[in-house]
């Protein structure tokens, strides 16, 4: 068993935790403390024995949320912390240690993701005043995707919006990519070579990863670009916003909601943002379900499509997240779309893949056709494993200096 790291990923009034000591997949003790600030907020616990409880925590601030996880830790103290920041821009490239230098570097990226940044900064100053002594560790979301080249970052507008205001693609999602990438190379006999991975749950992307780097990714300068999700439309025409603006009277911040919230698969179905409702409901017949989930599949073929241009070859698609892992119709309906890539799917395999596990679900009697693989995502167990590595390399460097 190795040391143990604590992962954090703060919202603005919520707080999820794991206590990472383990190899991925294996049981871990996490959790979520919810509606912080809140008369009713709470702290939801999952103990290694799949045991759950739930702390009421009324009014509580981040930092009292994070001392009552510390408390429910038993005697598992974390040798460090990794925090999930969801944007980097092009100044982190990897996880990096946090002290007071970085901290105002990720707060000059704020206006690149205001939503997410600040609550991700108000965990890590709460977390930093409460372990000084621990080391602490930011992992970008956007990391992963810093080796995009240019002709795949950049927007087809004026220079000067990417130069002065560093207006370009990022990509999210990159701990998850990160990890499904690392995974194949491990599972697969064709190693890290050219890989399209579909990462799918209430926020979908997918990117193309060659020799374990990222080439090029769907989500964009925000997590709004790209895939049909649960409640994000993904690409629209960008006249769209104008026509909207001057036709209907819609404010920035009503298309805004449009766009993110009420839109995607919620949006199409006019029923609900969750796959699996999704399923059963054009299974009755419903036809919004129905199209809801044609719409998804096909641009998430058309995109997998696309993004292959970013590679000398197709090795293989992999599905993660929770629609990815768990969803045989969402992977057998969208690699119906993809015949032109060569790709023959093993129906019975798929459909046979118990939910959440490992596999190869490809004829592999086709065997110049690309690998199509399931690897549930552990971004946790990302976070952690790069906190950790950062930490023991620190670690070493320090003993080396001193016996200089
Ligand atoms: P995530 O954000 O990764 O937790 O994924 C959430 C999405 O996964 C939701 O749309 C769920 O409906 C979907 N999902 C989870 N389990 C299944 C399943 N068995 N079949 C289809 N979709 C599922």
């Not at 912080?36 to 999952?46: Q, V």
């Not at 007071?100 to 900064?121: C, E, K, M």
């Amino acid at each position: 068993m190795k040391a143990p790291i604590l992962v954090i990923n703060c919202g603005s009034s919520s707080i999820k935790f794991a206590l990472v000591d383990q190899p991925p997949g294996a049981p871990r003790i996490s959790g979520i403390a919810e509606r912080l600030g809140s008369h009713d907020a709470c702290l939801k616990l999952e103990e290694e024995h799949g045991n759950r409880r739930d702390i009421s925590l009324p009014r509580a601030t981040h930092a009292l949320a994070l001392k009552t996880i510390l408390d429910h830790l038993g005697d598992q103290r974390p040798v460090g912390i990794g925090h999930r920041v969801v944007h980097g821009g092009e100044r982190f490239t990897c996880a990096t240690l946090l002290d007071d230098t970085v901290v105002r570097t990720i707060r000059q990226t704020v206006s690149l993701a205001p939503l997410h940044n600040p609550a991700n900064l108000d965990g890590i100053t709460a977390t930093r005043r409460l372990f000084e002594h621990l080391p602490q560790v930011a992992v970008f979301d956007t990391a992963f995707h810093q080796t995009l080249p240019a002709h795949a970052y950049r927007y087809a507008i004026p220079e000067d919006l990417y130069q002065r205001h560093g207006i370009r693609r990022y990509g999210f999602h990159g701990s998850s990519h990160a990890y499904v990438s690392e995974r194949l190379a491990e599972v697969s006999e064709r190693g890290h070579g050219g890989w399209l991975i579909a990462h799918l749950g209430n926020g979908c992307s997918a990117t193309a990863v060659w020799e374990g780097e990222s080439q090029d990714t769907s989500m964009g300068m925000t997590p709004l670009e790209g895939l049909v999700m649960g409640t994000r439309s993904g690409d629209v025409d960008p006249g769209l916003h104008l026509h909207l603006a001057r036709q209907l009277g819609m404010s920035l911040e009503s298309i805004d909601l449009l766009l993110n919230q009420k839109s995607g698969l919620l949006g199409v179905s006019g029923l609900t943002n969750d796959m699996r409702e999704l399923e059963q409901a054009a299974g009755a017949g419903h036809p919004g379900a129905t199209l809801a989930i044609e719409v998804f599949c096909y641009r998430l073929a058309k995109t997998l499509a696309g993004l292959a241009c970013a590679l000398p070859r197709v090795d293989g698609i992999a599905f993660t997240g929770g629609i990815g892992e768990n969803s045989s119709l969402i992977r057998a309906r969208t690699l119906g779309h993809l015949k032109a890539l060569g790709v023959h799917l093993d129906s019975a395999a798929n459909s046979a893949l118990a939910r959440g596990s490992e596999g190869a679900i490809h004829d592999a009697s086709e065997s110049g056709s690309p690998e199509i693989r399931v690897i549930p995502t552990d971004e946790e167990g990302y976070i952690a494993s790069q906190t950790r590595a950062l930490i023991t390399r620190l670690a070493l460097a320090d003993r080396s200096e001193e016996a200089v």
